[in-house]
Nanobody, 118 residues
Framework: QVQLVESGGGSVQAGGSQRLSCLAS????????MGWYRQAPGKQRELVAV???????NHADSVKGRFTISRDNAKNTVSLQMNSLKPEDTAVYYC????????????WGQGTLVTVSS
């Protein structure tokens, strides 16, 4: 199994920055995708950014140019640098892990709240 532990989050004013990190432990597949999703109150969970173990990234249009995802494969960590935060970025952010080589495994973190005040 794989476990995800998130850190970061909290409250910040609009225009500010925050960094989220997620540490994966357990039976980590060398080929995997990790990333971040978010869920705002009353809304569906949505993709923020994902990154493959090969380094390919995909960022949601709403965060392009403001958020940057990165990972350290040696440390099994994925980070999300969030700049120029807006009130509409307020949400619970969930770390995500997906491996689908030998067997399919999808894991979610417990979530961390990011609140952006205007």
């Amino acid at each position: 199994q794989v476990q995800l532990v998130e850190s970061g989050g909290g409250s910040v004013q609009a225009g500010g920055s925050q960094r989220l990190s997620c540490l994966a432990s357990g039976s980590i597949s060398p080929i995997n995708t990790m990333g971040w999703y978010r869920q705002a109150p009353g809304k569906q969970r949505e993709l923020v950014a994902v990154i493959t173990s090969g380094g390919s990234t995909n960022h949601a249009d709403s965060v392009k140019g403001r958020f940057t995802i990165s990972r350290d494969n040696a440390k099994n960590t994925v980070s999300l640098q969030m700049n120029s935060l807006k009130p509409e970025d307020t949400a619970v952010y969930y770390c995500y892990y997906l491996a689908a080589t030998i067997r399919y495994l999808e894991v979610w973190g417990q979530g961390t709240l990011v609140t952006v005040s205007s």
